[in-house]
């Protein structure tokens, strides 16, 4: 049975930035990074592989050097590593990207069972949380959203039941495998590499399926088969900040000016 955990390959966000004048981000020179989110749902997959046998495969839909991520999952354990890469898979949105990873998915469940399909709850670079959930709905699997705890797997019966975490609250669901599990950082903590690992991970074989092998309508993938586009990405303005008094040789006098200004600004009541 396959546990397959989406992972993406993302820029570090604390490294970006913006070009003034096109007004979108700059790639060149920086790093990048596995979603955080993603390890999450990679470690999942393979605690399955560890408790239960089953076959974990990490799934990552990208450019050719998405190979690099994969090659960090193999070195953590995965059975098997498969990158999505085609030039007419670029600029997707949420929509087109989860048509990709469905359809590669439903391959791998013809050839294997299906039991759970593992995405980190979003992305760092989107924030849109919609992946996930539009890969389940391609392929009819019951969504498990916002996972922070497995309580219970049973493989021959095939239900599991888990927990979500919800704003103030926990919710416990139960459902028929095979599903969709978006997970949060609560549910585990990753694992690390050991270094025979890594040097095994530089020889392991990633298969790459290029459209040729999924043969999806170019219409439907990619910047073509993208109902959103992005216009632009902008830094948001921000005021520039007032500096009231000597904090270090005088600090009661600042604090005193501090509140005459919120006192006059009405933010302050005493």
């Known amino acids: 049975m396959l546990a397959i955990a989406c992972i993406k390959q993302v820029p570090d966000t604390t490294q970006v930035q913006i070009d003034p004048e096109t007004n979108t981000l700059v790639r060149e020179g920086i790093p990048f990074i596995v979603n955080p989110y993603d390890t999450h749902a990679l470690e999942e997959s393979l605690r399955m592989h560890d408790q239960f046998g089953m076959r974990s495969i990490a799934l990552s839909m990208g450019p050719p050097n998405t190979e690099a991520t994969l090659r960090k ?3 953590l354990g995965v059975d098997e590593a498969i990158l999505l890469s085609d030039r ?4 997707a949105d949420t929509l087109a990207t989860s048509n990709v990873l ?4 439903d391959r791998l469940a013809q050839e294997e069972e299906l039991g759970i399909v593992f995405c980190g709850k979003q992305t760092i670079d989107g924030d849109t949380a919609q992946v996930g959930p539009g890969i389940a709905s391609r392929l009819g699997l019951q969504q498990l959203t916002l996972v922070d705890k497995i309580e219970h797997l049973d493989l021959e019966k095939k239900t599991i039941r888990v927990r979500r975490k919800l704003e103030g609250r926990h919710e416990i669901v139960e ?5 969709m599990i978006t997970t949060v950082r609560e549910l585990n903590r990753p694992r690390y590499p050991t270094v025979p690992m890594r040097l095994a991970a530089r020889d392991v074989e ?3 399926w290029d459209n040729a092998t999924l043969q999806i309508d170019p219409e439907t ?4 088969g993208s109902p959103t586009w992005v216009c632009k990405i902008f830094s948001p303005e921000r005021d520039q900040g007032e500096i009231i008094g000597d904090g270090v040789n005088d600090p009661d006098g600042t604090a005193d000016l501090l509140i005459d200004k919120l006192l006059s600004k009405d933010l302050l009541a005493l």
């Open 102 to 105: 469905a359809t590669a998915i």
């Open 73 to 75: 999952a193999c070195a």
């Open 175 to 179: 459902a028929p495998l095979p599903v």
């Open 88 to 91: 007419c898979f670029g600029g």
């Open 221 to 224: 993938v990619g910047l073509k």
């Open 206 to 208: 990633v298969r790459t």
